[in-house]
């Protein structure tokens, strides 16, 4: 069956801009995940859905970030004024059931530039 | 806080032999589950094997194997007769059971030559 799927899977984005990054994750797939992974580094927690519910933000790093899943599958990821620190791979996972110890799945991740 | 730490950056082994990566972790809890992700070049991240910090047994997925000390918080992971296609960045991460972040390691690039 298909996996997670990240569109785009690289955007370019001058300084200022705003962008927004889908995650297609597994179909039935209850929880979401999204990570920020910078160059040489291992992924860092943005986000997490459970269904439809944002139920931890905490790793959002500023008000620049928003993410949303409005109906419980497709999620988006935006940023608006893109920053060049925000130059990172963004990582999106999915997970069947939502506790501790369910594999996540996890997409190809969408390669953002900020110039 | 939650943190995980992997100590080696790089490391290069010949076609066939074990190679074993370090992990160590710190948390406060009693409940939580230790991961090993792989993530080969320009590929997805993959789950390679987990452990319950409850079980004492260490777990086993074919070639690879972990050595899972509680007391010590360390989780390394064992590879054997490894193969070119183990070529990797491999991450360590863990979860909580009350909450919902991964915490991962930094990552341990491994290479493996012909």
């Known amino acids: 069956g298909a996996g997670v799927s990240q569109s785009p899977r690289y955007k370019v984005a001058k300084r200022g801009q705003d962008v927004a990054l889908r995650c297609d994750p597994i179909?039935?797939?209850?929880?979401l995940f999204w990570y920020q992974q910078a160059l040489g580094q291992g992924p860092e927690f943005l986000t997490y859905f459970q269904n439809e519910a944002q139920l931890d933000k905490s790793g959002l790093p500023s008000d620049r970030f928003f993410a949303e899943r409005p109906e419980g599958s497709v999620s988006t990821l935006k940023i608006q004024r893109t920053q060049q620190e925000d130059s990172a791979v963004y990582l999106c996972a999915s997970s069947l059931r939502q506790g501790p110890s369910e594999t996540q799945y996890f997409g190809p991740g969408t390669r953002l530039l900020v110039l | 806080a939650q943190t995980v730490t992997q100590s080696q950056p790089e490391m290069s082994v010949q076609e066939a032999e074990t190679v074993t990566l370090s992990c160590t972790y710190d948390?406060?809890?009693?409940?939580?589950?230790l991961f090993w992700y792989k993530q080969p070049p320009s590929r997805q991240m993959i789950l390679v094997i987990r452990q319950e910090a409850y079980k004492q047994q260490n777990a086993t997925e074919n070639r690879f194997s972990v050595n899972f000390q509680k007391a010590a918080k360390s989780f390394s992971l064992k590879i054997s007769d490894s193969q070119l296609g183990d070529t990797a960045m491999y991450f360590c991460?863990?979860?909580?059971?009350?909450?919902?972040?991964?915490?991962w390691g930094a990552g341990t690039k491994l290479i493996i030559k012909p």
């Open positions: 991460a863990s979860r909580m059971d009350s909450n919902y972040q991964l915490i």
């Open positions: 948390t406060s809890e009693n409940n939580y589950y």
């Open positions: 179909s039935g797939h209850v929880s």
